[in-house]
């Protein structure tokens, strides 16, 4: 099946690649981050003759949305941060909005909103953190599913799912996928992976540079800090895995210290991730391979693949949606319905009361 699907808040790459799987053309992508541009184009290099658009903010673009090109699929793994429980005890501490009350990233859902609006194409697949489905007690979650399921008539469906079963990583996210139409689509159709689950010593490299171990004096903090918290009864502090474990959640913050996931080495301290290995631990790379092209710094690769969804994850969801997809094409029904007293030009997609 070929099919045209655009790619927002892109990031470096992870929604697309299962959905060129499936036989997808991307032909948009909107990515504001200078390094991940650096990180998705060299991983995706288009012909000159191709008709694919690479921009930075999608803002302007929400506003005139025709300048989007028309498309079957939308896929978004818009901005967590606002809803992301380390987000949200931040902006607490500092006296500063969150969620939909945040004046810039909270915001984006609704440029995405816009566009849906707009093109009305036969399916989409958002992708958040797990959190977001809790935050300021669901009246986040509930305002984004009115949007999605009363004010744009799509039919929703909403799944947390753990990537422990297709990485060596407890990595929870929550996927949203919408079709125009009612269709059979079910989550309860993910196919797991066959054998047993994977471990760290599947995705490890053998031979490592030494500046990833720890320094004495990075190490001796980190066991310091974590004493202090056990102390106090908090459970903070690094965590050190052998080839046997299932890491923690690789974050964003993993370049500062690497403290959530530590590889233990025999006599010797403790090492970071390799940036190849956290493309492996995010599925770029399966075990043993090296093709996902990493043209930028340790530090850059570090927050990228924290940033970005595991990709066999999204590929189990992929081929699910697959055949959906087709049928809602080719039908080519649209049963978008507004709220009573509204047309389509006139919804400005604020937030609506709280249910």
């Given at each position: 099946m070929t099919f045209r699907f655009i790619d927002l808040?892109?990031?470096?790459?992870?929604?697309?690649?299962?959905?060129?799987?499936?036989?997808?053309?991307?032909?948009?992508?909107?990515?504001?981050?200078?390094?991940?541009?650096?990180?998705?184009?060299?991983?995706?290099?288009?012909?000159?003759?191709?008709?694919?658009?690479?921009?930075?903010?999608?803002?302007?673009?929400?506003?005139?949305?025709?300048?989007?090109?028309?498309?079957?699929?939308?896929?978004?793994?818009?901005?967590?941060?606002?809803?992301?429980?380390?987000?949200?005890?931040?902006?607490?501490?500092?006296?500063?909005?969150?969620?939909?009350?945040?004046?810039?990233?909270?915001?984006?859902?609704?440029?995405?909103?816009?566009?849906?609006?707009?093109?009305?194409?036969a399916a989409f697949l958002l992708e958040n953190v797990k959190n977001l489905g809790s935050h300021d007690r669901g009246r986040t979650f509930a305002t984004i599913l009115n949007v999605l399921e009363y004010e744009l008539g799509y039919s929703v469906q909403y799944r947390i799912i753990d990537s422990a079963p297709w990485v060596p990583q407890k990595r929870e996210r929550i996927f949203i996928v919408g079709f125009r139409e009612e269709t059979?689509?079910?989550?309860?159709?993910?196919?797991?992976?066959?054998?047993?689950?994977?471990?760290?010593?599947?995705?490890?490299?053998?031979?490592?540079?030494?500046?990833?171990?720890?320094?004495?004096?990075?190490?001796?903090?980190?066991?310091?800090?974590?004493?202090?918290?056990?102390?106090?009864?908090?459970?903070?502090?690094?965590?050190?895995?052998?080839?046997?474990?299932?890491?923690?959640?690789l974050s964003a913050r993993y370049y500062k210290d690497g403290s959530e996931i530590l590889i233990r080495q025999r006599g010797a301290r403790p090492r970071r991730l390799t940036p190849r290995e956290c493309s492996r631990l995010m599925g770029f790379d399966a075990a043993g391979e090296a093709r996902f092209m990493i043209p930028v710094s340790d530090t850059q690769a570090y927050r990228q693949f924290g940033n970005s969804v595991v990709v066999p994850v999204v590929r189990a969801i992929a081929r699910i949606m697959e055949p959906h997809v087709g049928q809602v094409r080719a039908s080519g029904r649209d049963v978008w319905r507004p709220r009573r007293g509204y047309r389509q030009s006139e919804l400005n997609f604020r937030e609506p009361a709280v249910l």
């Amino acid at each position: 099946m070929t099919f045209r699907f655009i790619d927002l808040f892109a990031g470096i790459g992870g929604l697309r690649i299962p959905f060129e799987d499936i036989g997808g053309q991307c032909v948009f992508t909107s990515e504001w981050d200078r390094f991940s541009e650096v990180t998705y184009k060299a991983n995706f290099p288009e012909p000159k003759d191709s008709d694919h658009s690479f921009v930075g903010d999608i803002r302007p673009y929400a506003e005139k949305p025709g300048r989007v090109p028309r498309h079957d699929v939308l896929l978004a793994g818009f901005p967590c941060q606002p809803f992301s429980i380390a987000g949200v005890s931040k902006k607490n501490a500092l006296g500063r909005p969150h969620g939909f009350l945040c004046d810039t990233q909270g915001t984006l859902f609704y440029d995405l909103a816009k566009i849906l609006a707009h093109h009305r194409p036969a399916a989409f697949l958002l992708e958040n953190v797990k959190n977001l489905g809790s935050h300021d007690r669901g009246r986040t979650f509930a305002t984004i599913l009115n949007v999605l399921e009363y004010e744009l008539g799509y039919s929703v469906q909403y799944r947390i799912i753990d990537s422990a079963p297709w990485v060596p990583q407890k990595r929870e996210r929550i996927f949203i996928v919408g079709f125009r139409e009612e269709t059979p689509f079910s989550f309860d159709h993910l196919a797991l992976p066959d054998g047993p689950a994977p471990v760290l010593g599947d995705i490890l490299e053998t031979d490592v540079d030494p500046k990833y171990t720890l320094s004495a004096h990075l190490w001796k903090y980190l066991r310091d800090y974590r004493a202090r918290h056990r102390k106090a009864g908090n459970g903070f502090g690094c965590s050190v895995f052998g080839p046997e474990d299932v890491a923690r959640t690789l974050s964003a913050r993993y370049y500062k210290d690497g403290s959530e996931i530590l590889i233990r080495q025999r006599g010797a301290r403790p090492r970071r991730l390799t940036p190849r290995e956290c493309s492996r631990l995010m599925g770029f790379d399966a075990a043993g391979e090296a093709r996902f092209m990493i043209p930028v710094s340790d530090t850059q690769a570090y927050r990228q693949f924290g940033n970005s969804v595991v990709v066999p994850v999204v590929r189990a969801i992929a081929r699910i949606m697959e055949p959906h997809v087709g049928q809602v094409r080719a039908s080519g029904r649209d049963v978008w319905r507004p709220r009573r007293g509204y047309r389509q030009s006139e919804l400005n997609f604020r937030e609506p009361a709280v249910l």
